[in-house]
């Protein structure tokens, strides 16, 4: 582990005579100090951002990635919906250009997700049958986790299943198999690539003691006491005591960006000792999915803002 991150940033390549216009308009787009480099050197093992093929495609999100940060997220590419919105028909060229991209510049690879409610091919939404699902469960989880074994570093197994009272979530998967999905997809992603970190992920986890918390540590616990390997929840303090080997903040994106709350997040992080990573979902606001809101770390133009130079002051 601490080999491969110490490859992570990457230098830029350099560039020929004819491209030093360009490299030097790019350098002016990137924070002089790496916040990968920066958190890695706080203990924890990456920080990382969101993207997707065609971001990478414009040339300031992979030279930002490449220089700044040391993991990559694909954004929609690895959901289910875009990987076989025909069933038994797989289109793997997206997801595949981010994983190879990632290989080749140093980089972790989080893939997210497996198993989820949303962009979901109809074809699995209309299933009603227990066993027709748990086949057709099982062939996805292997097939993906199969196909990028030893490359992708942690999995969203599951993403998104709690309500926010902490009971299971209304879905194709509940309805038909209760929980019993869960216990699928974590068996047959860690059967298909035992080295991988099996994550279960969720949002608004980050309010102690708060419906979905409760449910999501009660859960956990039922779940790993009946075997089934969860490695990672996604968050922090009180999730860190369920019986898991570490938590991360997968899906940071905060409006407007203020200094104080993304101080206030890698802090959560550095002061939970499970806390491993943190990826934001994104690198400038202008891809954002929150248009409008720039709740990311650099904005518009692709210039580092306040708050990522706040937490390089943190960090340092």
């Known amino acids: 582990m601490k080999s491969a991150l110490a490859l992570l940033a990457a230098p830029l390549v350099a560039a020929l005579p004819s491209d030093m216009g360009k490299a030097s308009a790019l350098k002016q787009r990137q924070a002089p100090v790496s916040i990968h480099e920066a958190f890695v050197g706080a203990g924890k093992e990456f920080f990382g951002a969101a993207t997707d093929q065609g971001l990478l495609q414009r040339e300031p999100n992979a030279a930002i990635i490449r220089a700044n940060f040391g993991q ?3 954004e929609n590419s690895m959901k289910w919906g875009s990987l076989e919105a025909n069933r038994g028909s797989y289109n793997w060229g997206p997801a595949d250009e981010v994983v190879d991209w990632a290989v080749a510049n140093g980089q972790l690879v989080r893939g997210h997700t497996l ?7 109809q074809w699995v939404e209309g299933i009603t049958d227990a066993e027709e699902l748990r086949e057709v469960i099982r062939n ?3 097939t993906t986790v199969g196909r990028y074994a030893g490359r992708i570093h942690h999995w969203d197994v599951v993403n998104e299943i709690l309500a926010e009272d902490g009971s299971l979530r209304d879905s194709v998967f509940s309805r038909v198999l ?3 999905f869960v216990k699928i997809a974590f068996e047959v992603a860690r059967e298909t ?3 991988a970190v099996l994550y279960i992920n969720d949002y608004n986890l980050d309010q ?3 419906g979905k918390v409760n449910g999501m540590v009660s859960l956990v616990q039922k779940w790993v006491n009946e075997g089934v390997p969860i490695d990672g929840i996604a968050a922090l303090e009180q999730l860190a005591s369920a019986p898991v080997g570490e938590v991360a903040i997968t899906e940071l994106d905060i409006a407007q960006a203020p ?3 993304y101080t206030a997040v890698v802090q959560a992080c550095l002061n939970v000792e499970k806390c491993t990573a943190i990826t934001v979902w994104g690198v400038g606001d202008a891809d954002s999915w929150r248009r409008g809101e720039d709740p990311l770390l ?3 133009n692709f210039n580092p803002k306040p708050a990522y130079d706040a937490i390089i002051d943190l960090l340092s």
């Open 298 to 300: 650099f904005d518009n």
């Open 259 to 261: 200094v104080e709350d």
């Open 193 to 195: 690539d035992p080295s």
């Open 115 to 121: 198993i989820w409610h949303s962009q979901l091919p």
């Open 208 to 210: 102690a003691n708060y």
């Open 178 to 180: 209760g929980e019993e």
């Open 140 to 142: 996805h989880v292997s």
């Open 72 to 74: 990559v997220t694909h």
